[in-house]
């Protein structure tokens, strides 16, 4: 019988074989093969967390082997990440429970040839504290993150507050809920979603955004989402769009958006007063963002356009959610540590560089310009926004004071959150007028 531990090393194969996303290689999944939700629930955290762990399980493997990792079998080596994961990180699974598990599944899966070697090894887990970091383990293998993110981070925030980081984004993620009290009261929306039987708090810094730490599934499948009186986001994600402070009447342009949700908390700043032209380069992800606005009747026009080069009407308010490496969400994204190199900071400031002064062509005088990331790194944010300024002198950093949770600013007034202070997702957002003419 296929169970959960199957679907889980089937995704895994998936994943490691391709170049894909890992959600995307999930989904893909759970649409060809039809999963008890019980088995997609365990196979979700097993893909999860052994991708967000791979760095320290690899570690402990390699205390055992007498080869090089390189040369295990693929499938070998993916089941003894989930092995070890098992074993010594999931309180759920009692180790010699774990052990004979695997054992049995490689016999089945792979033949007895390599069952040996499965069991000699997980039963090395016996030796292994996993609560204790060896004394010649590196940061990077302990925390589970390539060394370069490690080494870059110690020297933007100091090896404390690094490890501080690390050991924020390897926690469980939380789920933030937006609500939309434009066509509901607050009151009105907590009700309903009081019967779904879901546990919420307040979401940090905000009165319209709670946090879920589970039950997602069923908020999806409600009327609640399908009405559009709630959105998943997270607070920090909205804090972008208040410090853009969109108005009624507003024409606003919202670039690289899909899949909307930014566009989405737009509609109900205007007032669904105005006019919002959001696009995105990518067909796919554009398509995405124009369904779900569709099924809400927001007052959105989307196009497929690239930002670095096509034309726009002009705007009084402009959002650039640009590209980039993602570091300040891989607290939620297991991959994206894995997916990136050193060199790709470099490469999207390139990108993001050509976005913003291609779209500040299109601002209005006296019109606000948000240049907005999802990174942690000083190069995408900042440095991307003081080259900016140097380039045009017509454009200058207007305060976010009092748009946005007035502890969220940093010293030259743009919102910048740090996951373990502020209990969010890491966000830059840069608040830019265009002078009067």
């Not at 033949?111 to 060896?134: E, H, M």
């Not at 900042?382 to 200058?396: A, M, P, S, T, Y």
Request: include cysteine; hydrophobic fraction near 35%; aromatic fraction near 10%.
């Amino acid at each position: 019988m296929k169970d959960a531990r199957y679907h889980a090393f089937q995704i895994l194969k998936k994943y490691y074989r391709s170049n894909n996303r890992l959600k995307s290689v999930r989904d893909q999944y759970y649409k060809n093969n039809k999963l008890h939700q019980q088995d997609i629930s365990r196979s979700l955290v097993l893909t999860n967390e052994v991708v967000r762990w791979q760095g320290r399980l690899d570690y402990w493997i390699n205390l055992f082997l007498d080869k090089p990792m390189h040369k295990l079998h693929p499938s070998v080596h993916i089941i003894l990440r989930i092995g070890f994961f098992e074993a010594l990180m999931d309180e759920f699974v009692p180790q010699h429970a774990a052990v004979h598990s695997w054992v049995e599944f490689t016999k089945k899966e792979l033949g007895k040839k390599f069952s040996g070697l499965v069991n000699a090894l997980l039963r090395k887990t016996n030796n292994i504290d996993p609560n204790q970091k060896d004394k010649k383990q590196s940061l990077s293998a302990w925390y589970s993150y390539p060394a370069w993110i490690i080494d870059k981070w110690i020297h933007q925030f100091g090896e404390d507050k690094t490890i501080e980081l690390c050991e924020y984004l390897n926690m469980p993620s939380h789920i933030d809920l937006r609500l939309n009290c434009m066509t509901e009261s607050k009151n009105t929306i907590l009700s309903q979603l009081d019967k779904l039987d879901i546990e919420t708090i307040q979401s940090p810094e905000s009165d319209c955004f709670i946090r879920v730490d589970s039950g997602l599934r069923n908020v999806i499948k409600s009327e609640l989402f399908t009405k559009g009186l709630i959105h998943v986001q997270d607070r920090a994600s909205g804090a972008v769009v208040e410090l853009l402070d969109p108005q009624p009447g507003d024409i606003v342009l919202d670039v690289c958006a899909a899949p909307g949700t930014k566009s989405g908390y737009i509609v109900e700043k205007i007032k669904n007063e105005g006019k919002i032209f959001a696009s995105d380069a990518s067909q796919v992800r554009m398509l995405t963002g124009e369904k779900r606005s569709n099924e809400l009747k927001w007052p959105i026009q989307w196009k497929r356009k690239d930002a670095s080069e096509d034309d726009f009407p002009m705007a009084d308010r402009i959002l650039i959610d640009a590209p980039c490496t993602g570091t300040g969400v891989m607290g939620r994204r297991t991959d994206i540590r894995w997916r990136r190199e050193k060199e790709d900071v470099e490469s999207m400031v390139i990108i993001q560089k050509s976005i913003i002064a291609h779209m500040a062509k299109f601002l209005k005088p006296g019109g606000v310009m948000v240049y907005a990331t999802c990174s942690l790194e000083m190069e995408e944010n900042w440095n991307v926004v003081k080259w900016f300024l140097k380039l045009d002198d017509n454009f200058c950093i207007d305060s976010g004071k009092d748009l946005v949770p007035n502890n969220w600013l940093n010293a030259q007034k743009c919102l910048e959150t740090f996951p373990p202070r502020d209990k969010v997702d890491g966000m830059f957002a840069a608040r830019i007028r265009k002078n009067d003419e």
